[in-house]
């Protein structure tokens, strides 16, 4: 091979390589569909989390039915976690996982307050995607453990159920645990807009809000984009 063409070759691929990073790094687009699921575009990735059925808690909402490549799931409860609702890999169970250029941590923290007794365990997830670490917390009630929040570390996005309820963090336990992860961008989930549908024992996003008085919030609507850097203070980004 002459020295101009391995020069050539190699200037291609620094520059894919260039452009691979450059696609990384630049930031998401999140849509929120009815505070449980979200859909987080970037990265030349996009993971869906907890597809629900419209039953229970998610009563009256309109089902996520999008295609994604990885949906990320906190249980297989209908209404954070149904499968067949949406199109792409699904992941409920914790461990360790690489798909189409994702790299997805998942381990398992008790989903109520009776260390899982009454419904099991959920799973916690993190995993990097346009440039910043998430931390996907989005439906559970039990303690987190010293260990947990190691494995969680201090992520750049947030997300965290608010609720309340049997299987949901209450505001100020989700307060607490935000104020020790210390993220830059928290979206609260699993919360009720409005009147509660029957049976349905979690409240509105308030009191979380109460909890973190002080804190920067932000009421975006459907969709929220965030640069691949972000600033060191916590914001609250409240999706509808």
């Known amino acids: 091979m002459s020295v101009l063409r391995t020069t050539l070759v190699a200037a291609a691929g620094l520059s894919l390589s260039l452009q691979t990073m450059a696609i990384a790094g630049g930031g998401v687009t999140i849509r929120s569909y009815g505070q449980r699921a979200l859909l987080i575009q970037g990265g030349g990735q996009s993971v869906l989390l907890n ?14 039915r999008v295609n994604a490549g990885v949906i ?3 249980s297989e409860l ?21 798909i ?9 923290s008790p989903h109520d307050r009776l260390d899982g007794r009454r419904y099991g365990n959920a799973t916690l997830w993190r995993w990097q995607q346009g440039g910043l670490s998430f931390a996907h917390v989005g439906a559970t009630a039990g ?5 947990d929040r190691v494995l969680l570390g201090n992520p750049d996005v947030l997300i965290i ?10 505001g100020t ?20 807009n409005g009147e509660a549908p029957e049976n349905c024992d979690q409240g509105s996003v308030q009191p979380f809000l109460d909890a973190m008085a002080g804190t920067t919030v932000r009421n975006v ?15 609250i980004t409240v999706m509808r």
């Open 72 to 74: 990320l799931a906190s």
């Open 161 to 170: 159920g608010v609720g309340g309820g049997s299987k949901i963090f209450e």
């Open 100 to 108: 189409g250029g994702l790299h997805l941590e998942g381990f398992a």
């Open 78 to 98: 209908a209404d954070e976690g149904a499968r067949g609702v949406a199109g792409g890999r699904f992941l409920v169970e914790p461990g360790s996982y690489r």
């Open 143 to 147: 303690p987190i453990t010293a260990a």
């Open 221 to 235: 609507g459907t969709t929220v984009s965030f640069p691949g850097s972000l600033a060191d203070t916590t914001t």
């Open 173 to 192: 336990e989700a307060a607490e645990l935000v104020k020790q992860l210390n993220p830059k961008q928290v979206i609260p989930v699993q919360y009720i």
């Open 51 to 64: 597809p629900f059925r419209a039953v229970g808690c998610a009563a009256g909402l309109g089902e996520p």
